[in-house]
């Protein structure tokens, strides 16, 4: 479940997000705890180009990564998922 005050952070940042960390940004709305692989596959961006997305997105607080890491369904690696602030 998604905190209201996530969704209100997120639109608030939404417009002057370009293409691509708006769609990482969607994706992550719509699936908290999504990772690097899950978020490549479903927007069909490359591993490369959303993990780093992802980090400039992290630096300018603009999601989280999880607390812990844990098992992604695509990799069956333990990573760290992602969230909107």
């Known amino acids: 479940m998604i905190a209201i005050t996530s969704r209100q952070a997120y639109l608030e940042i939404q417009p002057k997000l370009p293409g ?30 959303v993990s780093g997305r992802v980090n400039e997105l992290v630096n ?14 695509i990799s069956g690696r333990n990573v760290y998922k992602w969230e909107i602030r």
């Open 20 to 49: 691509t960390k708006k769609k990482i940004c969607n994706y992550v709305l719509g699936h908290p705890g999504a990772s690097n692989r899950q978020i490549a596959e479903a927007t069909g961006l490359e591993l490369g180009n």
């Open 60 to 73: 300018k607080d603009s999601i989280l990564k999880t607390k812990e890491r844990s098992l992604c369904p």
